[in-house]
């Protein structure tokens, strides 16, 4: 059984940082494609950034390039999102989402979507940036 379990949200000023964690088990496939989307009260999902394990190649979404960081602890089986000069508009539950990474060879695709085609999902963790 695949799990995703998220943590590290919480609640920062603008300006802040906030590093997210996401422990996938159970995804035995040897490259992944583990992703981070957000989604705001009213609006749609959208990507954040994502990570190719095998070949540690890394996207971003436009919104985020240069203020988050993604990366990947394989000894952990851990992937991390380093979120810094937080504004108001991060606000929004962060979800982590995993696949097989041949299931999504586009990964400027997986960015600037919505990850309605990923299989596996984690529960969400809050982020709040107050101004």
């Known amino acids: 059984q695949v799990q995703l379990v998220e943590s590290g949200g919480g609640s920062v000023q603008s300006g802040g940082s906030l590093e997210l964690s996401c422990v996938i088990s159970?995804?035995?496939?040897?490259?992944?494609?583990i992703s981070w989307f957000r989604q705001a009260p009213g609006k749609e999902r959208r990507g954040v950034a994502a990570?190719?394990?095998?070949?540690?190649?890394?996207y971003y979404s436009a919104s985020v390039k240069a203020r988050f960081t993604i990366s990947q602890d394989n000894a952990q089986n851990t992937v991390y999102l380093q979120m810094s000069a937080l504004q108001p508009e991060d606000t929004a539950m962060y979800y982590c989402a995993a696949d097989p990474a041949w299931l999504h060879p586009d990964g400027t695709a997986v960015v600037d979507g919505t990850g309605r085609d990923f299989h596996y999902w984690g529960q969400g963790t809050q982020v709040t940036v107050s101004s």
């Open positions: 159970g995804l035995t496939v040897p490259h992944k494609c």
């Open positions: 990570i190719y394990t095998g070949t540690n190649t890394t």
